[in-house]
């Protein structure tokens, strides 16, 4: 089992609706979680963090349940420039950031 | 744009040879981690460098070492390539060892033929 499982995709979205996905990861002393947002081939780069008590930034919403080790992104009023793939990432103790397979989203007009 | 840069961008080698990657990372930070990201997968981590030092490593074999120099950037090197060798190699730096958030370079795509 991989350590950070996510849906590869494509979710094709509608410009301006909502789309949701998932991310399990399977360390239970995970302590850092984060979505990363990767276009083609290009760098991966921070899109946010995610916290316990969930958290918001503009139209993106990051969730994450610990009993059932989940974390889910949220976005909301898709744009065009939404079109890229995001990577799940876990960090437990330590350096090592472990990334999932990543979602790839497509944002159609 | 993250101020990480890497060298070279693109890259062609053949099986068993060896290869020598760069990375110089964003003023300031002081560790450099590398990452290995084949095709229609996300980052698998390298190993990191703290100081000089190397810091942390992932499932890959001794023919992936790496320098960090006192400038703190760094060297990815891989002997004896392999076919599945061929990937995108990405460096990302960031201030301390367990860092909020890793600034990665535009990464060497390297073809083993």
């Known amino acids: 089992r991989k350590e950070v499982e996510q849906d590869p995709g494509p979710f094709n979205v509608p410009e301006g609706a909502t789309v949701a996905f998932n991310c399990t990861y399977s360390?239970?002393?995970?302590?850092?979680f984060f979505w990363y947002r990767q276009d083609c081939r290009k760098e991966p780069k921070l899109l946010m963090s995610v916290y316990s008590s969930g958290n918001e930034d503009g139209r993106f919403t990051a969730q994450l349940n610990r009993a059932s080790q989940y974390i889910s992104l949220l976005i909301r009023d898709s744009k065009l420039s939404d079109s890229a793939t995001y990577l799940c990432v876990v960090k437990a103790a330590g350096n090592k950031l472990t990334f999932g397979g990543g979602t790839r989203v497509l944002v159609k007009p | 744009e993250t101020g990480v840069t890497q060298s070279p961008t693109h890259l062609i080698k053949t099986r068993g040879q060896q290869v020598t990657l760069r990375c110089s990372s964003q003023s300031g930070h002081n560790t450099v981690s590398w990452y290995q990201q084949a095709l229609g997968q996300g980052p698998q981590f390298i190993f990191q460098y703290y100081r000089e030092e190397e810091n942390g490593r992932g499932n890959f074999p001794p023919r992936f070492s790496g320098l960090q120099f006192p400038n703190y950037s760094s060297e990815l090197n891989v002997n004896a390539l392999e076919l599945d060798d061929s990937a995108l190699y990405l460096c990302a730096s960031s201030l301390g060892t367990s860092p909020h958030e890793q600034y990665f370079g535009p990464g060497t795509r390297l073809t083993v033929t």
């Open positions: 360390n239970s002393a995970s302590q850092s």
